[in-house]
Structures are given as structure tokens and as C-alpha cells.
């Protein structure tokens, strides 16, 4: 069947009309990831959020996030974004955890008005850790001599080639303090009176599964995108903005496996995601 000139300008139309709901998805680790890997940052999702923001007849905006978490400063970044652009457009944000929203990854679903997850979500993971090695013994084993030259007393704390001291480790835990503090605060701030259970059991650094997470009033309910969307918005098109991705990614995919994290996550293994080179901070769910 042949559509004519009028029809197709009436089917345009007609989908120009349509009310949209903008989907955008956030996977792997948030900050750099490395070579041949794309990570989540605010260079790479600030075009992605104002794309989405910017869709005519928007009746809201879907984030569906699949991160082990990463750095925290990219994190607060990201998540302020989305609280920004939500408040000019006065358009309402959902959240979606998929395989993994930890850490990281949770405080920008925190972001949203509403956070959902499926029954094998993991969530959660409110807490800080940080890893690292010490060489110092592999060095004198084979006699290797450390040299290191610094202006200013505390500027090569926790060297991985040198002996571990008592003050360091206390500065260090000073700092996990602040950042886990920082952390708790925008749980608080954005789920208020939802959260369920005590500071104990909420901010210890824990994951939980979808219902356990929704019992404890760290997510919302239990639901996948397109079924919640449906239900919400059963007028409304779904459009997924899609995040560009690195020429090298082009050209070899991306080695993130998403799945892979999940699995690493339920093992424990996952850890030190934001690997700064002096500190190796980030926050996390346990070691």
C-alpha cells in the first residue's frame, strides 16, 4: 500500500504531537575507566542530559543506571546535573536499577524522584573504601633503594613503595569519615522519610536485592522501564537519547561488561573504583 504526500505529513504530525518520555542510560563505572573503556563523567553525560531535557512534549525523563559506582566528586556532579535541569524543565525524573546500582551509581538514582528497581537489582552500597599495595618489603628483598623527593612533609602519604605509618592510616580514615558523611546527607536529603530502617543497618556499606532495597525504602518499588513508562505515560513514546561513544569504542566496542560487574559485586571483589593515584578513593559497598 502506497501512503501519499498528505498522509505522511499527517503521520509526522501526528508523532511531532505525541507525548514523549526521554530515556537515558548510564553504564559502568563513573569516572575514567581506562583505555578501550568508556566510563560515566560529566563530560559524557552533560550532552546526553540536556539532549533528553530538551525533548518536545516531555512528560519526563527515565535514567536508567547499570554502575558499581566510582568517583565521588563525578558522582555529586552528575546527580546535581540531573536535579538542575529537572527543576527549569519542571519535568519529573525516574530512576531505573538494572544489574547493579552501588555505591556511585546509587547516589545519582538518588537524583531522581522516584527509584525503581527489578528483583535481582543490586543496590545500595552506601559507604567508602579504599585499597591499595605495599611494596616496601619486595623492595629491601631484593635491594632496591626508594628514592622519593617532596616539598612538603605530607605530600607522598600512603606510598606504595614505602612503610605504612599509624598517622596516614588515621588521615586516610578521617577522610572515608567525611566522604561517607557527605554520602549518608544526600540519602537523607533526597529519601527523607521513605528510608525504613536504622543508620545501622542503611549506611553500612551494604548492598541489598530489589525487594529488600524497596522494604527498606532505598528504592521506591519493584518495576522495569518500560512497564512502569507504560503505566505512567500510556500515551507517551518512548525515546532513548543515546550517549556518543569514544572513536576507540567505535571501533572496538566497548569492554565494559555490565554483567560482569554484577557478578563481581554478589562476590564481594569489587572495590577502589575511583583509583586516584594518591589516594585510590571511592566510594563502595565493602571490600
Not at 13 to 29: H, I, M, N, W, Y
Not at 93 to 108: H, K, N, R, T
Not at 127 to 151: C, H, I, K, N, Q
Not at 227 to 244: C, G, L, N, Q
Request: include cysteine; charge should be neutral; charged fraction near 25%.
Amino acid at each position: 500500500m502506497t501512503v501519499g504526500p498528505l498522509a505522511a505529513v499527517g503521520k509526522k504530525f501526528s508523532k511531532a504531537r505525541t507525548e514523549q518520555v526521554a530515556v537515558v542510560r548510564l553504564d559502568g563505572p563513573i569516572g575514567i575507566a581506562g583505555m578501550g573503556k568508556h566510563g560515566v563523567n560529566t563530560e559524557s553525560v552533560e550532552p546526553v542530559l540536556k539532549k533528553a531535557f530538551a525533548t518536545e512534549r516531555l512528560r519526563a525523563v527515565v535514567v536508567v543506571i547499570n554502575s558499581p559506582g566510582g568517583s565521588p566528586a563525578q558522582s555529586e556532579y552528575i546527580a546535581e546535573r540531573i536535579r538542575q535541569l529537572s527543576a527549569e524543565k519542571g519535568v519529573p525524573v525516574l530512576a531505573f536499577c538494572e544489574d547493579v546500582a552501588a555505591s556511585g551509581g546509587y547516589w545519582i538514582a538518588c537524583a531522581a524522584d522516584e527509584i525503581f528497581a527489578a528483583h535481582t537489582s543490586i543496590v545500595g552500597s552506601i559507604g567508602v573504601v579504599s585499597s591499595g599495595f605495599g611494596f616496601s618489603a619486595v623492595l629491601d628483598r631484593f635491594g632496591v633503594e626508594r628514592r622519593l623527593y617532596t616539598t612538603g612533609e605530607n605530600k607522598a602519604r600512603l606510598d606504595t613503595f614505602s612503610p605504612q605509618q599509624a598517622e596516614d592510616v588515621e588521615w586516610l580514615k578521617g577522610l572515608q569519615g567525611q566522604l561517607h558523611e557527605a554520602f549518608i546527607a544526600w540519602v537523607r536529603q533526597r529519601r527523607g522519610k521513605k528510608l525504613t530502617a536504622s543508620d545501622e543497618e542503611l549506611f553500612n556499606g551494604d548492598v541489598w536485592i530489589g525487594r529488600r532495597a524497596a522494604e527498606l525504602g532505598v528504592v521506591d518499588g519493584i518495576g522495569v522501564m518500560r512497564s512502569v513508562v507504560a503505566e505512567r505515560y500510556p500515551d507517551a513514546e518512548i525515546t532513548v537519547v543515546e550517549t556518543p561513544k569514544p572513536l576507540l569504542m567505535r571501533l572496538v566496542g566497548s569492554q565494559t561488561s555490565v554483567a560482569g560487574l554484577a557478578e563481581s559485586v554478589t562476590t564481594g571483589v569489587l572495590a577502589a573504583f575511583d583509583r586516584a593515584p594518591s589516594l585510590r578513593m571511592s566510594l563502595l559497598h565493602r571490600d
